[in-house]
């Protein structure tokens, strides 16, 4: 089922969205990306590919507790991979 993801999103749909990318990460923990990105590639396989409007704040979320790190890269985008030492 395709969850569609807007601005004014649920608590449970936030919920939703960062199990996404932790489920993703979980089958690939050397997987690297930004933020576009992760909603291109990675959350499509988990019925989240509308979720454009609710990606930073989860990924923010998700630096915060220590399951992402964040890199910038030069153009100024950021880099999101699992937190290996957690």
Same mark, same amino acid.
């Given at each position: 089922?395709?969850?569609?993801?807007?601005?004014?999103?649920?608590?449970?749909?936030?919920?939703? @969205?960062?199990?996404?990318? *932790?489920?993703?990460?979980? &089958?690939?923990?050397?997987?690297? +990306?930004?933020?576009?990105?992760? /909603? $291109?590639?990675?959350?499509?396989?988990?019925?989240?590919?509308?979720?454009?409007?609710?990606?930073?704040?989860? @990924?923010?979320?998700?630096? *915060?507790?220590?399951?992402? &790190?964040?890199?910038?890269?030069? +153009?100024?985008?950021?880099?999101? /991979? $699992?937190?290996?030492?957690?």
């Amino acid at each position: 089922m395709r969850r569609q993801f807007v601005a004014h999103a649920s608590v449970r749909d936030k919920e939703q @969205l960062r199990a996404a990318i *932790e489920r993703h990460l979980a &089958r690939h923990p050397l997987a690297a +990306d930004t933020a576009a990105g992760i /909603v $291109a590639n990675w959350l499509p396989a988990h019925g989240c590919e509308d979720a454009a409007g609710q990606i930073e704040a989860a @990924l923010d979320e998700l630096v *915060e507790a220590g399951r992402l &790190r964040r890199h910038r890269l030069p +153009d100024g985008n950021f880099l999101y /991979v $699992a937190n290996v030492e957690r």
